[in-house]
């Protein structure tokens, strides 16, 4: 009980220290640091003492690592919108922004920041690329076609990474493009080739010596 009333007169802190003056604030900063420090470990494979997890135990943890900042995060959000530069500097802007993008479970919280980010990209506040990707996963979490082909699925067979649906395909490197990504090829490579590294062992095994990459266009 103590703690829980600890950690709420905390996040109180946090917001009204933000709604009091449209500076970077610090506790913000340092805050959305330290979770996504703990998000990091979540969202990737299990490493170090994690690795002595099962695999439903590993799951458990992380899924609860994303529903606490969820929580978190949308405390933040009811209070002062998306913590754009003014607030939270480029780092924390984007520390906020993937802490959202790992919110999967709860589509209709990343509708609303998706929204309110729009409008930060707008007075060149946030990062068009990162709202690029967020609009991508919107999409796809709520069953409909990405825009910018940032969300992938792989062929194991041949360590390829694959757009999931995504709308009018032969135009998707225009679409990218306003929005400062590169060609989706040469994104699609370079998701393959990191993909091969952090599977490398396994690939070898089945006699997978590399990638299976796609032609870049020329610029």
């Known amino acids: 009980m103590k703690s829980s009333l600890f950690f709420s007169l905390i996040l ?3 917001i009204s220290t933000v709604s009091a003056q449209k500076k970077i ?3 913000l900063c340092d805050s959305l640091n330290n979770w996504v420090v703990v998000d990091q470990i979540a969202a990737k494979p299990a490493e170090g003492i994690y690795k002595t997890m099962s695999k439903d135990q590993f799951q458990h943890f992380r899924d609860s690592v994303f529903t ?4 978190l995060i949308s405390k933040i959000f009811d209070s002062i919108g998306y913590p754009g530069y003014d607030v939270a500097g480029e ?3 984007y520390q906020f ?3 959202v993008q790992h919110c999967d479970k709860q589509p209709e919280f990343q509708q609303k920041v ?3 980010m729009e409008k930060e990209v707008a007075r060149k506040n946030a990062n068009p690329k ?3 990707y967020l609009t991508d996963r919107v999409k796809i979490n709520t069953g409909q076609q990405q825009v910018y082909g940032t969300q992938v699925t792989y062929n194991p067979d041949i360590c390829q990474a694959i757009p999931k649906p995504l709308v009018d395909s032969k135009n998707v490197n225009q679409r990218r493009k306003t929005m400062g990504l590169g060609p989706i090829e040469e994104y699609l490579n370079f998701i393959s080739e990191h993909n091969f590294e952090m599977n490398k062992a396994n690939y070898e095994s089945r006699g997978i010596k ?3 990459l796609v032609e870049v266009p020329a610029s």
């Open 25 to 27: 604030n610090q506790p």
């Open 97 to 99: 922004w993937l802490l």
């Open 12 to 14: 109180v802190c946090l």
């Open 210 to 212: 590399g990638p299976k």
């Open 68 to 71: 606490t900042h969820q929580m």
């Open 114 to 116: 998706l929204v309110a």
């Open 91 to 93: 780092k924390g802007a």
């Open 130 to 132: 990162d709202y690029a």
